[in-house]
């Protein structure tokens, strides 16, 4: 059972009303593609912000539409100079995430790389949020993204509350259990005669 989907639970579903979407409207496609062209020109780093963005932009666009399939992003992703793929990700982003939502990914103890929300959409918005803005580390992130993402395999059963002291409480066990491992290492790097006898032990064992 995860803990960080039971905080989720705790903290209520994503509020939909929250999401904005850019103001600007374009009279034919090829306008959204220039416009996205541009974009794409502006892009540095990760740029978390800008696929939101991205995202929004041609969401609003088909907003009227029927509906905006994979091979439609195929057009765009040839006129706009995106990837298909990115462009995919960037509208089930903007889909899934509000705006404020994005905000508080930007504001962690560490930064996220694109990579570590485009890989894991699959995962509830609210758990996601709390597992980033509850761990220290992107390791801590990443192991509680990996649970998360296990929990949705296994086909869980929904869980039931904690309160976010307890998960405080888990997540310093974890590091203080990461800290007497580094000790430990630190300890034995500081012996290399240890290091030397134990290297030895192996050798002998493998003869």
């Not at 995919?88 to 930007?106: M, P």
């Not at 509850?134 to 949705?152: C, G």
């Not at 998960?167 to 000790?183: F, G, T, Y």
Request: aromatic share 6%; net charge neutral.
């Amino acid at each position: 059972m995860n803990k960080i989907e039971e905080l989720a639970q705790v903290a209520g579903p994503e509020t939909p009303k929250n999401r904005a979407t850019p103001t600007t409207e374009f009279i034919t496609e090829d306008d959204l593609c220039t416009h996205l062209k541009r974009m794409r020109a502006q892009e540095v780093g990760d740029g978390i912000r800008l696929k939101w963005e991205l995202g929004a932009t041609i969401r609003d666009h088909y907003k009227t539409e029927h509906h905006y399939g994979y091979d439609q992003l195929g057009v765009i992703a040839r006129k706009s100079g995106w990837s298909k793929s990115t462009l995919q990700k960037a509208c089930q982003f903007a889909e899934k995430y509000s705006e404020e939502q994005v905000e508080t990914l930007l504001q962690g103890h560490f930064g996220l790389a694109w990579r570590d929300i485009a890989q894991n959409l699959c995962v509830e918005t609210q758990a996601f949020i709390i597992a980033y803005s509850t761990a220290q580390t992107s390791r801590e992130f990443r192991n509680s993204v990996m649970q998360l993402r296990q929990s949705l395999q296994g086909g869980t059963q929904p869980p039931k509350p904690i309160t976010r002291k307890e998960l405080e409480r888990m997540l310093a066990e974890s590091r203080q259990k990461i800290a007497d491992l580094e000790n430990r290492i630190q300890a034995l790097q500081a012996k290399p005669e240890e290091l030397t006898s134990n290297d030895e032990l192996v050798q002998t064992r493998g003869n």
